[in-house]
């Protein structure tokens, strides 16, 4: 199923969140800011893509175009079948307020896209040093995203 298509921009750094569209726990909206402070600091290069619907999916459509980054963060939708974004990913990102032991860092894991996330309950359990990066807190995760977009580009 991850071969079905490439959906994305092999030119750019893509970066891909697969989840509900939720604010309260997924922070989906801290990820719209992100994207506005690395504009802000002549950032360029990538784009950042969210598959999944949910109920603040038009809040942050209208936070996007607000903010002038809906050319850099897409709004994918639900998808049948998110694994060819996840595959043909440069970074799988999760910027959740919680999580549990969340499945699609394993899907990540299984297609061999270098993980970002936040310091859940299970993530040193769940990432191997060599498979993606967990941040202790939202600056260090910025840090170390951008430091990863500088490095493609």
Do not use: H
């Not at 175009?65 to 809906?70: A, H, N, P, R, Y």
């Amino acid at each position: 199923l991850a071969q079905a298509e490439k959906p994305y921009n092999e030119r750019i750094y893509n970066i891909v969140t697969v989840g509900r569209v939720d604010n309260s726990t997924k922070r989906m909206d801290s990820i719209i800011k992100m994207c506005s402070r690395l504009r802000s600091e002549g950032v360029a290069g990538f784009c950042w893509n969210i598959v999944g619907g949910g109920p603040d999916l038009p809040e942050n459509l209208k936070l996007a175009e607000e903010l002038g980054v809906s050319d850099i963060i897409c709004f994918e939708g639900e998808k049948t079948n998110p694994f060819p974004y996840i595959k043909n990913a440069d970074l799988f990102a999760l910027f959740s307020a919680y999580e549990g032991f969340p499945m699609v860092i394993c899907e990540a894991q299984v297609l061999g896209t270098y993980i970002l996330t936040t310091s859940y309950a299970a993530a040193r359990e769940q990432i191997a040093e060599d498979q993606g990066f967990i941040a202790e807190n939202d600056e260090e995760f910025y840090q170390e995203l951008k430091r990863l977009i500088k490095c493609r580009n």
